[in-house]
């Protein structure tokens, strides 16, 4: 069964605007934790920003917060005033605590472009 | 921050032969380092869990005799994709986590491998 999903395989904004990447999550864990990694061209993976499962408060990182609804199950990215830099693949992921190696599980990914 | 060296970046090999790939965890230990593939345009998917001293731990349906993991050091995993065929090309990244479970996921920058 799909753990993580995006629904949106792609996504574009005009420059300086804010855009919203959704990304919902299935899991039955209670203490789980939930990440956002940029892939530009070169294909390195670029950690943005993370949110546990017990956190109250929205993570923030900069342009970057994460809109985490816990009922609803879902942790959509927020990209305040895009840069033509944002332009990318941006995949959600989560940490699977199962197992004992805290794996991170990826969704299908967004990509993003970043109009002038 | 943490850092994570992949090597080589891209590799060109003819079918049959075998092919290694170096990832490094350059200024932190690493217990456990995770392998992924991915394909064109699509996410990422994880191949198998390396533990430092122990066997792998792969993901169903990744062949093991296949895909041979090493962890022999706490800085120091490899993949030998063994008897190479061009279906195996793909990119590969690895990634190792510092400490704790809601670090991030540090990567490599992924080799490339095209088997001709």
């Known amino acids: 069964a799909q753990k993580i999903t995006q629904t949106q395989p792609g996504m574009f904004v005009q420059e300086k605007e804010a855009v919203t990447l959704d990304c919902t999550y299935d899991?039955?864990?209670?203490?789980?934790?939930l990440f956002w990694y940029k892939q530009p061209s070169s294909g390195e993976m670029i950690f943005l920003i993370y949110?546990?499962?017990?956190?109250?408060q929205n993570a923030t990182e900069g342009r970057y917060s994460l809109n985490f609804q816990k009922a609803r199950k879902s942790a959509n990215l927020v990209i305040s005033a895009s840069q033509l830099g944002d332009s990318a693949m941006y995949f959600c992921?989560?940490?699977?605590?199962?197992?004992?190696?805290?794996?991170?599980?990826f969704g299908a990914g967004t990509r993003l472009a970043v109009h002038p | 921050g943490a850092v994570v060296s992949q090597h080589p970046s891209r590799v060109i090999c003819k079918s049959g032969t075998s092919v290694k790939i170096e990832c490094r965890s350059l200024?932190?230990?690493?217990?456990?380092m995770f392998w992924y593939r991915q394909f064109p345009k699509k996410s990422l998917m994880l191949m198998a869990t390396?533990?430092?001293?122990?066997?792998?731990?792969?993901e169903q349906g990744v062949e093991k005799d296949k895909f041979l993991i090493n962890h022999a050091s706490l800085t120091l995993s490899t993949l030998t994709v063994t008897s190479a065929h061009p279906e195996d090309s793909s990119f590969y990244i690895c990634?190792?986590?510092?400490?704790?479970?809601?670090?991030?996921?540090?990567f490599g920058n992924g080799t490339r491998l095209t088997v001709t």
């Open positions: 990634s190792a986590r510092a400490t704790g479970g809601g670090s991030p996921l540090h």
């Open positions: 949110q546990g499962s017990y956190d109250e």
């Open positions: 899991t039955s864990d209670q203490s789980y934790g």
């Open positions: 992921a989560m940490r699977e605590p199962r197992g004992g190696y805290n794996k991170l599980i």
């Open positions: 200024d932190f230990q690493a217990t456990t």
């Open positions: 390396s533990n430092e001293g122990s066997k792998a731990t792969y």
